[in-house]
């Protein structure tokens, strides 16, 4: 049941006092994640000069989710996943330091980013589902959608933040501190985990361990619900085609438009402040729940602005094109987001949500590969009009097709 308060308060999930003490703690660890995932794809170029091998490391920081996310889900059912997530972002803060270790005493070297990236694969394959299923227990069913959007609020408002911060410090002193100061932010979400007041959850019964017949239950309710599996589709071909801005923008900024790493970091927060506002956008928007408009819309207004990306190289125009990029990519996953959960039983939520984060982030590596492949081959600014076009032709056939059908029921 919705909570009628959240349908009239914005801010309605921060009544919560569980999820006010994850929020803040989360905000202040966001920071430092985008702080390391501007520095690590520049220090990459700056130790291969290569967008292919940026594309390397990038896949692999995701391929992890793809190959294991189908079977670490059961396990986030399982376990109480305040448990999990502090285990995975212990593993997460270890690999920041030892990160900031290698590069502080120049022994950094290509197979070290490549090796800690794949362990980041591994830990988020665990973190991601568990802190997105984690939502419904701090603050319910009714608020879920506002505290999605919060969610997303303050990880963009990081993403805004932390490379506008890291491209200072690189062009200082480097990528170490950046990487020291990822590390030291876990600690914030660490001690807000331990500070929560929370009942976990009771089992009524012993743990079956039966992990492919678990997940497998899974994979068949997604299939029985057209409008969770049709989401899940959706969000896949936006993962491969159309949010490759990790390995394009690097390359784009100093290929094409001549920047430093100050400018590199700018135009990353232009698409952290168009996100910010996509999340302000979902969180007015949450008491009306997921729009399947606002879904198509998103998806449809991405596409579109990735083409226009492609056909010029000014770097006004493309920090302006990258906000908006922002504002369509946050709208379009908080919307798939929520569709999903809302429409999955709790009992599922977690392998749901494993299955989710596979398309949301375990098929990145093939959008890696892909946007690494073809702007080595060709241009940056080219792959950014391909993965438009492509996304575009998907959006537009769904859009088509449900027109179709509304018509048909018309009649």
């Avoid at 997105?132 to 969610?151: H, K, W, Y």
Wanted: charged fraction near 10%.
């Amino acid at each position: 049941m919705n909570n009628p308060r959240s349908q009239r308060f914005p801010l309605g999930s921060l009544r919560h006092r569980n999820f006010r003490v994850f929020w803040f703690g989360q905000l202040v660890s966001l920071i430092g994640t985008w702080m390391q995932n501007a520095a690590q794809p520049w220090l990459v170029l700056e130790l291969t000069h290569s967008p292919f091998k940026l594309g390397v490391v990038t896949a692999l920081q995701f391929l992890p989710m793809l190959f294991l996310g189908f079977f670490t889900g059961p396990f986030i059912d399982y376990f109480p996943k305040r448990r999990i997530i502090m285990a995975a972002q212990t593993v997460l803060m270890l690999q920041a330091f030892a990160l900031a270790v290698l590069d502080w005493t120049g022994r950094v070297e290509y197979w070290h980013v490549v090796a800690l990236a794949a362990i980041v694969g591994v830990a988020n394959t665990i973190d991601m589902p568990a802190r997105q299923s984690f939502l419904v227990e701090l603050v319910g069913r009714g608020d879920l959608m506002n505290a999605i959007s919060l969610n997303s609020a303050i990880f963009n408002g990081a993403r805004a933040l932390g490379p506008a911060a890291a491209g200072l410090l690189i062009a200082s002193g480097g990528t170490t501190f950046c990487f020291f100061v990822n590390g030291m932010s876990f600690l914030a979400v660490l001690v807000s985990l331990f500070a929560l007041r929370l009942d976990e959850p009771v089992r009524t019964g012993p743990i079956s361990y039966r992990v492919l017949e678990d997940a497998s239950e899974a994979l068949r309710a997604v299939r029985k619900t057209p409008v969770v599996q049709a989401t899940i589709l959706l969000v896949a071909v936006v993962s491969i085609f159309g949010v490759n801005f990790n390995v394009l923008v690097p390359v784009f900024a100093r290929d094409e438009l001549m920047q430093d790493a100050a400018g590199f970091g700018y135009l990353l927060s232009f698409f952290g402040i168009g996100a910010l506002v996509g999340a302000a956008t979902l969180t007015v928007l949450s008491s009306r729940g997921p729009d399947p408009v606002l879904l198509l819309g998103s998806g449809a207004g991405l596409s579109c602005m990735l083409l226009a990306l492609g056909v010029q190289h000014s770097y006004a125009v493309s920090a302006l094109l990258l906000g908006l990029c922002g504002w369509c990519v946050v709208v379009f996953f908080g919307t798939a987001n929520t569709t999903v959960q809302l429409n999955t039983e709790d009992r599922l939520r977690g392998r749901v949500m494993s299955i989710y984060t596979m398309a949301f982030a375990g098929l990145s590596p093939f959008g890696s590969l892909f946007a690494g492949t073809v702007a080595h081959w060709l241009r940056a600014s080219t792959t950014f009009a391909i993965g438009g076009i492509i996304t575009g032709a998907v959006f537009l056939s769904v859009i088509l097709r449900k027109r179709s059908i509304q018509a048909k029921d018309n009649d």
